[in-house]
């Protein structure tokens, strides 16, 4: 006969009642004695029955996560690969697993809320999706429980970087250290998190009565390199070339470095650059991009906590919007005009 949850009681010297309350995740239990019973069941090889579980509590303990970003570069992701993990991670702290959603399940597909109802996950967590379409929306707006990341629901909580304020960051940045012919080359505007920087762009030149002429504000890619490339020595080609430029993300300045090279410029010197996101990778390159580095860790983890409390204590939750900040990484990219 296998271990039981009867031996584990026995040996915490608990009731059978409140092991089973551990197990299954009750608010009314310490902290110490979810720990004694965690280690006491781990000891002696315990392992309660998902099934059970599920049968008891109405619960699946199984989480989604709808990934669905344009540069089709899936979990590989350099910003969202990280958030994912941490995600993932405070799912597994709390008891739940993770299970991707999408549209196909073998040969068939379906919608992205009946993939959800199928996989009988309890809630899904949302990011690098096409926020505003029709399949989106019967997602958010049915009965499984949902929050999204870098995206704002009135009837949801959501997790988002301050991309406005990261923005303004850099761009002060530049204009701290002399630089008035700045630049911006930009993700797709439709992107919400594309459209809150150009706000904090905006605003930044507004409040030093600095101008952007048209051919300085361009439209790229996001993780696309060789379109920054492209863009940037455009720039670089103009009679009045500006001295620094906002790249999309730190992936292009990959693009951004053959670009100079080609025109013979000295990054940090005859041309500056920041980027986006803080990729561990990109910090390696020299000379080293400065950058803000979003706080991935946080937003994971953040998301899964909001998802887990909508699910386990639904009379309390609301669609509170949390702002997580970000960080500047003052690389040697900035060269400073004002000697």
């Known amino acids: 006969?296998?271990?039981?949850?009867?031996?584990?009681?026995?040996?915490?010297?608990?009731?059978?009642?409140?092991?089973?309350?551990?197990?299954?995740h009750y608010a009314d239990i310490s902290p110490e004695t979810k720990e004694l019973v965690m280690e006491v069941a781990q000891s002696i090889g315990y392992y309660p029955n998902a099934t059970a579980r599920a049968l008891k509590t109405n619960r699946s303990y199984n989480?989604?996560?709808?990934?669905?970003?344009?540069?089709?570069?899936?979990i590989t992701h350099p910003f969202?690969?990280?958030?994912?993990?941490?995600?993932?991670?405070?799912?597994?702290?709390?008891?739940?697993?993770?299970?991707?959603?999408?549209?196909?399940?073998?040969?068939?597909?379906?919608?992205?809320?009946?993939?959800?109802?199928?996989?009988?996950?309890?809630?899904?967590?949302?990011?690098?999706?096409?926020?505003?379409?029709?399949?989106?929306?019967?997602?958010?707006?049915?009965?499984?429980?949902?929050?999204?990341?870098?995206?704002?629901?009135e009837t949801r909580p959501s997790v988002v970087s301050e991309n406005t304020r990261g923005i303004q960051d850099l761009t002060e940045f530049a204009i701290q250290r002399g630089h008035t012919r700045i630049a911006y080359i930009h993700g797709e505007t439709t992107s919400s998190v594309t459209r809150h920087r150009i706000t904090g762009f905006y605003r930044t030149m507004t409040a030093h009565s600095l101008p952007v002429p048209p051919e300085y504000f361009l439209e790229g890619k996001y993780l696309d390199s060789r379109r920054c490339r492209e863009l940037v020595l455009n720039l670089l080609s103009?009679?009045?070339?500006?001295?620094?430029?906002?790249?999309?993300?730190?992936?292009s300045y990959l693009g951004?470095?053959?670009?100079?090279?080609?025109?013979?410029?000295?990054?940090g010197q005859d041309i500056s650059f920041a980027g986006y996101d803080g990729i561990q990778?990109?910090?390696?390159?020299?000379?080293?991009?400065?950058?803000?580095?979003?706080?991935?860790?946080?937003?994971?983890?953040?998301?899964?906590?909001?998802?887990?409390?909508?699910?386990?204590?639904?009379?309390?939750?609301?669609s509170e919007i949390t702002y997580i900040t970000g960080k500047l990484l003052e690389g040697k990219t900035v060269a400073v005009l004002n000697g």
């Open 256 to 267: 951004a470095i053959e670009a100079a090279n080609i025109k013979g410029r000295i990054i």
């Open 80 to 153: 969202f690969a990280e958030v994912i993990n941490a995600f993932k991670n405070e799912c597994e702290s709390r008891g739940y697993d993770m299970t991707f959603i999408n549209r196909n399940v073998g040969q068939t597909q379906m919608s992205y809320l009946n993939h959800c109802r199928y996989r009988n996950v309890d809630g899904v967590c949302l990011a690098g999706v096409d926020f505003f379409s029709r399949e989106i929306h019967d997602l958010i707006y049915s009965d499984v429980p949902s929050v999204s990341i870098d995206h704002v629901f």
């Open 238 to 251: 103009l009679p009045e070339p500006p001295t620094f430029i906002l790249l999309p993300d730190d992936v």
């Open 63 to 74: 989480l989604g996560f709808l990934f669905d970003e344009n540069a089709s570069s899936g």
């Open 281 to 318: 990778m990109i910090q390696y390159l020299k000379p080293k991009l400065t950058t803000i580095r979003q706080n991935t860790e946080e937003m994971g983890k953040k998301a899964a906590d909001l998802l887990i409390d909508m699910i386990e204590q639904p009379n309390t939750a609301g």
């Open 1 to 24: 006969m296998g271990i039981t949850i009867k031996d584990v009681a026995a040996k915490a010297g608990l009731s059978v009642s409140t092991v089973s309350k551990v197990f299954n």
